[in-house]
Antibody, heavy 118, light 110 residues
């Protein structure tokens, strides 16, 4: 059974940094592209970043490019999102998701809440 | 900046049929965008319903169907049930490793 478990969400001050983790199990983690998606309170879903399992290529939405960094440790089956220079508008539930066979997000974690506030 | 459009809200009667759409502010959606659809209820993670325009995810009942209608991707619910009341999101693959979500449609069944 595929499982994704995010952690690392916290209350952080504007301008601060935070690293989120997503522990994966139930599939060959290293072979799959993994994503981060967020949802601000009362708002819709926003794709943030992807990391290819085959090429190692990284991709970012313009809203986080240069501030967020996606990475993975295949030996630990874990995906990360390093978030720097956080702003109030980064307040959201952050989900990791696994890419399916046809550009979809086929499995999702339960999310971790990041609150950026002084 | 790419904008993916969805109806903000829609209402359907129990047993009725509703079609939600997913478009581009500039351009037409085709199968090359690999449209996928997700259902979300408050406080829950999204659930994958449909991918590659018209392929149902495992366990999704066949009253959900996907298609291209005109210049948009579409999700049709036939025989709507009370527990279909949810938020529905589409996402398009724009190529070059970039995905863009629509703003979501809040579906009410009443």
């Amino acid at each position: 059974e595929v499982q994704l478990l995010e952690s690392g969400g916290a209350l952080v001050q504007p301008g601060g940094s935070l690293r989120l983790s997503c522990a994966a199990s139930g599939f060959t983690f290293s072979s799959y592209t993994m994503h981060w998606v967020r949802q601000a309170p009362g708002k819709g879903l926003e794709w943030l970043s992807a990391l290819s399992g085959t090429s190692g290529g990284t991709f970012y939405a313009d809203s986080v490019k240069g501030r967020f960094t996606i990475s993975r440790d295949n030996s630990k089956n874990t995906l990360y999102l390093q978030m720097n220079t956080l702003r109030a508008e980064d307040t959201a539930v952050y989900y990791c998701a696994k890419r399916g066979g046809s550009q979809e997000f086929d499995y999702w974690g339960q999310g971790t809440l990041v609150t950026v506030s002084s | 900046q790419t904008v993916v459009t969805q109806e903000p809200s829609f209402s359907v009667s129990p047993g009725g049929t509703v079609t939600l759409t997913c478009g581009l502010r500039a351009g037409s959606v085709s199968t090359t965008y690999y449209a996928s659809w997700y259902q979300q209820t408050p406080g829950q993670a999204p659930r994958t319903l449909m991918y590659n325009t018209n392929t149902r995810s495992s366990g999704v009942p066949d009253r959900f169907s996907g298609s291209i209608l005109g210049n948009k991707a579409a999700l049709t619910i036939t025989g709507a049930q009370a527990d279909d009341e949810s938020d529905y999101y589409c996402v398009l693959y724009m190529g070059s490793g970039i995905w863009v979500f629509g703003g979501g449609t809040k579906l009410t069944v009443l």
